[in-house]
C-alpha cells in the first residue's frame, strides 16, 4: 500500500473514490454544454426573426453597394487608372477638335456670304489640279489644221482653271507636308478605296482673272502643258485664297445665299441634292514659291507671266449652266478688280514678247493677231516709230 493513500471506513482508497466521482461529472458538463449551444441557437433564431422583421434600410443597401465597389476598385487599382486616364484623354481630345483651332470649311456650300462680300482669305492647301483646258475641241481643231495650217479656236467654250484645295484649321496650317499626306491618306473617303481628289471635303476653287490656254504643242523635253501646276499640287503647295464670289448651278440660283439656307432658322429646309457638291468658290490665289520664300506671289500673275494661262476679259467665266451670287459691290473692290486685271494684261504682253509657254506655238499666236502685233511693234519698232505713235494716242488720230 502506497504511504499517501487513505481509506474511508469502507477500506477503499481516494483514488478509487475519484474514479467513481468523475462520469458523474463528465455527464454534467456535457449536459451544460448542450444546454448553451441550445440556448445559442435559440439567440440565433430569435436574431434571424429580429432581423427579418426589421425593415429594409436604403442607407446600409447603398453603404454595402459601395463598400463592395470600393473593394474592387482597390483589386483593380492600375486597371481603374488607366481607365480613367483614358477616359479623360479622349473627352479632351473631342472637345478640343470642335474649337475653332481644328474647325475647317468641307464645301463651298459651307461657306458664309459674307465672307465672299467682306473678301476674307482661307488657308489651305493645293490637292488637285482638273483638266479643264479645252481638250476635246481644240485637240480635233488642231488635227485639222495639220491639213490647212490654221487653227480655229473660237468656238471653244472658255474654260476657268480649278484647282482642289483642301481647307487648313489654325492647327492644320503647322502640319508639315508629311503630317498632311498622312491625314490626307486617312480620311474616310480615301480610306474606303478612293482617290484622294475624289474626296467630298475639298473645297472646288476657281481662280480669278485667267482661263485655261487652249490646246498647245510643247518641244520635247520642254514643259508640257498643265506639268508646273500639276506639280504644285503634288507638292501639297500651301495657298492663300481670297474670296470674290461663288458659282453655283442654275438649278440653285434662286438661294440667293445657299450657306445661309442650310444653317437656316429652325423649321427651315434645305433640299437641293447634291448641287452643293458642284458649288466653286472664284479667288485670287496667292503662293509661296519656296519654302524660305517670304512674300506670297499671285499664282494668275505666274501663270499669265509663264504662257501657262490667258486673261480673261473679266474676273471670272461666264458660263450659261451656273451664276455667280455672293460678288462684293462694293466701288472700292470693284476699283481694285480692275487694276488687278490690268496687271495681268501686263504680264500677258511681256509672255508674249518673250514667246514664253503656249506664245511660242505659232498657232496659238495666229488666233491673237492684234496681241502678237503689238508684241513686235515694241521689239522691232525704233525710237522714233514709238514717239510717233505715241503722239498719235495723245492727239487722237
Given at each position: 500500500?502506497?504511504?499517501?493513500?487513505?481509506?474511508?471506513?469502507?477500506?477503499?482508497?481516494?483514488?478509487?473514490?475519484?474514479?467513481?466521482?468523475?462520469?458523474?461529472?463528465?455527464?454534467?458538463?456535457?449536459?451544460?454544454?448542450?444546454?448553451?449551444?441550445?440556448?445559442?441557437?435559440?439567440?440565433?433564431?430569435?436574431?434571424?426573426?429580429?432581423?427579418?422583421?426589421e425593415?429594409?434600410?436604403?442607407?446600409?443597401?447603398?453603404?454595402?453597394?459601395?463598400?463592395?465597389?470600393?473593394?474592387l476598385?482597390?483589386?483593380?487599382?492600375?486597371?481603374?487608372?488607366?481607365?480613367?486616364m483614358?477616359?479623360?484623354?479622349?473627352?479632351?481630345?473631342?472637345?478640343?477638335?470642335?474649337?475653332?483651332?481644328?474647325?475647317?470649311?468641307?464645301?463651298?456650300?459651307d461657306?458664309p456670304a459674307?465672307?465672299?462680300?467682306?473678301?476674307?482669305?482661307l488657308?489651305?492647301?493645293?490637292?488637285?489640279?482638273?483638266?479643264n483646258?479645252?481638250?476635246?475641241?481644240?485637240?480635233?481643231?488642231?488635227?485639222?489644221?495639220k491639213?490647212?495650217?490654221?487653227?480655229?479656236?473660237s468656238?471653244?467654250?472658255?474654260?476657268?482653271?480649278?484647282?482642289?484645295?483642301?481647307?487648313?484649321?489654325?492647327?492644320?496650317?503647322?502640319?508639315?507636308k508629311?503630317a498632311?499626306?498622312?491625314?490626307?491618306?486617312?480620311s474616310?473617303?480615301?480610306?474606303?478605296?478612293?482617290?484622294?481628289?475624289?474626296?467630298?471635303?475639298l473645297?472646288?476653287?476657281?481662280?480669278?482673272?485667267?482661263k485655261?490656254?487652249?490646246?498647245?504643242?510643247?518641244?520635247?523635253?520642254?514643259?508640257?502643258?498643265?506639268?508646273?501646276l500639276?506639280?504644285?499640287?503634288?507638292?501639297r503647295?500651301?495657298?492663300?485664297?481670297t474670296?470674290?464670289?461663288?458659282?453655283?448651278?442654275n438649278?440653285?440660283?434662286?438661294?440667293?445665299?445657299?450657306?445661309?439656307?442650310k444653317?437656316?432658322?429652325?423649321?427651315?429646309?434645305?433640299?437641293?441634292?447634291?448641287?452643293?457638291?458642284?458649288?466653286r468658290?472664284?479667288c485670287?490665289?496667292?503662293?509661296?514659291p519656296?519654302?524660305?520664300?517670304?512674300?506670297?506671289q499671285?499664282?494668275?500673275?505666274?501663270?499669265?507671266?509663264?504662257?501657262?494661262?490667258?486673261?480673261l476679259s473679266?474676273?471670272?467665266?461666264?458660263?450659261?449652266?451656273?451664276?455667280?451670287?455672293?460678288?462684293s459691290?462694293?466701288?472700292k473692290?470693284?476699283?481694285?478688280?480692275?487694276?488687278?486685271?490690268?496687271?495681268?494684261?501686263?504680264?500677258?504682253?511681256?509672255?508674249?514678247?518673250?514667246?514664253r509657254?503656249?506664245?511660242?506655238?505659232?498657232?496659238v499666236?495666229?488666233?491673237?493677231?492684234?496681241?502678237?502685233?503689238?508684241?513686235?511693234?515694241?521689239?522691232?519698232?525704233?525710237?522714233g516709230?514709238?514717239?510717233?505713235r505715241?503722239?498719235?494716242e495723245r492727239?487722237?488720230?
Amino acid at each position: 500500500m502506497m504511504p499517501n493513500e487513505e481509506r474511508n471506513e469502507d477500506g477503499a482508497s481516494s483514488t478509487e473514490l475519484e474514479l467513481e466521482v468523475s462520469p458523474s461529472a463528465s455527464d454534467d458538463s456535457d449536459s451544460t454544454s448542450a444546454n448553451d449551444v441550445s440556448l445559442g441557437k435559440a439567440e440565433d433564431l430569435g436574431h434571424a426573426t429580429t432581423t427579418t422583421n426589421e425593415p429594409f434600410d436604403i442607407r446600409q443597401a447603398v453603404g454595402q453597394v459601395t463598400h463592395r465597389f470600393s473593394d474592387l476598385i482597390n483589386e483593380n487599382i492600375i486597371v481603374a487608372r488607366y481607365a480613367t486616364m483614358a477616359t479623360v484623354l479622349l473627352l479632351g481630345t473631342y472637345g478640343v477638335s470642335k474649337t475653332p483651332f481644328f474647325f475647317r470649311y468641307k464645301s463651298v456650300s459651307d461657306i458664309p456670304a459674307e465672307y465672299f462680300t467682306k473678301r476674307r482669305a482661307l488657308h489651305g492647301r493645293i490637292v488637285h489640279v482638273l483638266e479643264n483646258n479645252a481638250d476635246s475641241t481644240a485637240a480635233a481643231s488642231l488635227a485639222a489644221s495639220k491639213n490647212t495650217g490654221i487653227q480655229n479656236t473660237s468656238n471653244v467654250a472658255e474654260k476657268p482653271v480649278i484647282c482642289l484645295v483642301r481647307h487648313l484649321s489654325p492647327v492644320g496650317r503647322l502640319l508639315s507636308k508629311s503630317a498632311f499626306d498622312f491625314s490626307l491618306s486617312n480620311s474616310p473617303s480615301v480610306r474606303l478605296g478612293g482617290r484622294i481628289e475624289d474626296s467630298r471635303d475639298l473645297l472646288k476653287i476657281e481662280i480669278a482673272g485667267i482661263k485655261a490656254p487652249p490646246f498647245y504643242r510643247s518641244a520635247a523635253g520642254m514643259e508640257q502643258p498643265g506639268e508646273w501646276l500639276n506639280r504644285l499640287a503634288a507638292n501639297r503647295t500651301p495657298v492663300a485664297c481670297t474670296l470674290m464670289a461663288r458659282r453655283v448651278d442654275n438649278a440653285t440660283s434662286g438661294v440667293t445665299n445657299v450657306a445661309t439656307a442650310k444653317r437656316g432658322a429652325k423649321g427651315d429646309t434645305f433640299e437641293i441634292g447634291e448641287s452643293h457638291v458642284n458649288e466653286r468658290a472664284i479667288c485670287q490665289v496667292r503662293y509661296r514659291p519656296t519654302m524660305f520664300s517670304l512674300f506670297r506671289q499671285d499664282l494668275a500673275s505666274t501663270l499669265v507671266a509663264s504662257g501657262r494661262a490667258s486673261l480673261l476679259s473679266g474676273i471670272h467665266v461666264d458660263e450659261s449652266s451656273t451664276s455667280v451670287i455672293d460678288g462684293s459691290t462694293d466701288l472700292k473692290n470693284l476699283q481694285d478688280d480692275a487694276k488687278y486685271l490690268e496687271r495681268l494684261g501686263a504680264d500677258e504682253f511681256e509672255a508674249v514678247k518673250q514667246n514664253r509657254g503656249m506664245w511660242n506655238d505659232p498657232i496659238v499666236r495666229n488666233e491673237r493677231p492684234d496681241l502678237v502685233e503689238e508684241a513686235e511693234f515694241e521689239q522691232t519698232a525704233s525710237a522714233g516709230k514709238k514717239l510717233w505713235r505715241w503722239i498719235r494716242e495723245r492727239i487722237g488720230l
